[in-house]
């Protein structure tokens, strides 16, 4: 029982356009939610995160909405560059449980130029 | 030096064999995991460690055991591997939930693991 999906295995987009990386969840006490990116060979990296208390947050190109009522989550980058090509994971935790991460299963990402 | 090293990088062994996958850390963190990454399953739990004394089973730890030596050191071993747990393995760490998750964890480069 997967608690955290990534119902798209992957996504291609264009250099310049906008990507969007969608993740929902189904534990309602989840309150803490993040992005994490991985190159091949090497170990998942943080990218971005929100806390279930927000609704959205931005760092630079990147910006994560987390929308409650719908139990989703999305990741926007824009532009989308060939070096965001990479796997994308979503995470969740809950606080009460010690901040234990699930992991999604992850969004192949690849931005043509 | 990486703030979390991972040994072997990749190891082929045999059916029935005993092997140890060894972690170490330089970030100062309680907190150590381990995780495997299966396509299409994503990264899921194996054990997790909050301090030196404490060790906790995660969501797929049968036929897994850990040992933490030190705050820096985790060790998982496979008692006796088998083809089904061949993964690609993480271990990570983080600091203490009252100092922030903002940035979760920090993840080691992986142990390819293949067994035959």
């Known amino acids: 029982d997967q608690q955290v999906k990534q119902n798209s295995p992957s996504l291609s987009v264009q250099e310049g356009r906008i990507s969007i990386l969608n993740c929902d969840y189904t534990n309602s006490m989840f309150d803490y939610f993040l992005w994490y990116k991985k190159y091949p060979a090497e170990g998942p990296t943080f990218l971005i995160s929100?806390?279930?208390?927000?609704d959205k947050n931005e760092d630079g190109r990147f910006t994560v909405f987390l929308n409650k009522s719908a139990k989703h989550l999305s990741l926007h980058i824009v532009p989308s560059q060939p070096g965001d090509s990479a796997v994308y994971f979503c995470?969740?935790?809950?606080?009460?449980?010690?901040?234990?991460?699930?992991f999604g299963a992850g969004t192949i990402l690849r931005v043509k130029s | 030096d990486a703030d979390v090293t991972q040994t072997p990088r990749n190891r082929i062994t045999k059916t029935g064999k005993r092997i140890m996958l060894e972690c170490s850390q330089t970030?100062?963190?309680?907190?150590m995991y381990w995780y495997r990454q299966d396509p299409g399953l994503g990264l899921r739990l194996i054990y997790y460690s909050f301090d030196v004394k404490d060790i906790n089973k995660g969501e797929i730890s049968d036929g897994y055991s850990v040992s933490r030596q030190a705050q820096a050191k985790f060790s998982l071993s496979l008692e006796s591997a088998i083809p089904n747990q061949t993964a690609l393995y993480f271990c990570?760490?983080?600091?203490?939930?009252?100092?922030?998750?903002?940035?979760?964890?920090?993840f080691g480069s992986g142990t390819r693991l293949t067994v035959v």
């Open positions: 929100i806390s279930s208390i927000k």
């Open positions: 970030k100062g963190h309680d907190r």
């Open positions: 995470a969740a935790s809950v606080r009460e449980y010690g901040n234990k991460l699930v």
């Open positions: 990570a760490t983080s600091d203490t939930p009252s100092t922030g998750v903002k940035g979760g964890y920090t």
